[in-house]
């Protein structure tokens, strides 16, 4: 169990993104949101075309949901659901967390905490970037 943060603090910044070592051992990013009074755990990354919705600046919320930034889907911030727009019918994957007296805890057996932020905080693009040249 790691202690990752304050639930006020992802309510104040909007988002909260690390980095956790998946159950084969791969590096995943994950995003946790606002949702209600607590927060919510989501893989970093929308079902439709795998684009990450935090590339390093906040995951982008409206109305209490997650904002695909390649083709707008929309995703429940508690429950993961998209209905609508390419993503329409799925479910983000989750990770669990648990909240203590304000702290949130990476507490998902499948995960192992490796470092707050992405994958590749280098400043450049996202392994997901679309520009082309």
Not at 55 to 68: K, N
Not at 112 to 122: R, V
């Amino acid at each position: 169990m790691h202690n990752l943060t304050t639930v006020d603090s992802v309510h104040e910044e909007g988002s909260y993104l690390f980095t956790a070592d998946g159950p084969h051992g791969d590096p995943e990013e994950i995003i946790l949101v606002p949702c209600e009074d607590g927060v919510e755990a989501w893989i970093n990354r929308c079902t439709h075309e795998a684009q990450r919705f935090d590339t390093g600046r906040g995951v982008p919320m409206r109305d209490d949901q997650l904002i695909c930034p390649r083709h707008g889907s929309l995703f429940d911030a508690c429950d993961g659901d998209c209905d609508n727009g390419e993503a329409a019918g799925t479910t983000l994957p989750s990770v669990d967390v648990s909240v203590t007296h304000g702290d949130v805890y990476l507490t998902d057996d499948d995960y192992a905490f490796a470092h707050e932020g992405g994958i590749d905080d280098d400043g450049g693009p996202s392994s997901t970037s679309h520009l082309q040249l």
